[in-house]
């Protein structure tokens, strides 16, 4: 629509959407070869498009891991192209909820009931850490367990089943061996949930685990399913575990506080004003609109440009300055460099 010609790789596991959104742009007069679709493995369009003079840019969406391979490529790829590559990439996120010790404690529950088990975790911005003020943990545990519970389990056919299964097999084998490990090791006891079912769909009921050790391995690597961690910090120590949640993670996606004291906010924002790209006051971490909330991170969770907003759209416009003079100067010399 910038007048860029598209080359558009959907993952394996989206292409009935692709195809069906291709489709309806066609149907609204979208002219043949503005956009392509094609349905092809990441290796094979990379050996491809990455090796072309004319590529000129790389929207991608997906793991840390390819991304840094991606941009890898490009770099020793630097000579042949025209000119250089616009690079944008949303990646990864370990997404946080810190709460306060003045938290409502419903919000608190609701946000991460939300936040970490809607679309069973597979959100790039889902919660899947939280930190919880010991004042608070024994009843945040009570209704967060409830909560869960409460959950229906089943086909995205019924609007009433909150849960629904994970996308494929090879996410659901690698949801497991997150939950297995810590069913069996000291520094995790799992609250609730836990039971992986691929008999008829791959199934993972929502859990929650409670980290005794805050650089637990569910709480610093990215699982991408519904697996929430809590640590449990002393109400008194705040400030110290804001740093906390600044420094377990690399990504930088999204964050929030839940809290009734405003100082505290304040202090949140100010902290973790690189720990993530959108920060939420009270809400879950997840649901950015487009259009109101721009959406992005950086650290390891990618360049930040922004998507759903117009600062987006400007990376894959190349700017142009025209001046026409009407009045043309005829000497070389300016006043300035007459004798007095």
Known sequence: MCGNVVIWKCANTQVYSAQMFMRILKEAGLPDGVINLIYVDGPTIGK???NHRDFAGVHFTGST?????????????????KSYPRIVGETGGKDFVIAHKSADVDVLVTALLRGAFEFQGQKCSAASRAYIPSNLA??????????????????PEDFTNFINAVIDEKSFENIKRY???????PKAQVWVGGKCDKKEG???QPTVIE??????VSMCEEIFGPVLTVYIYPANRFEQTLELVNTTSPY????????????????ATQKLRNAAGNFYINDKPTGAVVGQQPFGGARASGTNDKAGSILNLYRWLSARTIKETFNSPTEYSYPFMQEE
């Open 202 to 204: 791959y199934f993972i």
């Open 48 to 50: 491809v498009c990455f």
């Open 211 to 216: 980290a005794k050790d805050p650089k637990y």
């Open 179 to 185: 939950i297995d490990q810590a069913k069996k090791d």
């Open 252 to 267: 930088a996606l999204t964050g929030s506080i839940i809290s009734k004291n405003r100082d505290a906010v304040e202090l």
């Open 65 to 81: 891991g390819v991304f840094n391979n991606m941009w890898e490529t490009i770099g020793k790829n630097m000579a042949m192209y």
């Open 138 to 155: 024994e009843e945040v545990k009570k209704k967060l367990v409830a909560g869960v519970k409460s959950f229906k389990m089943g086909s």
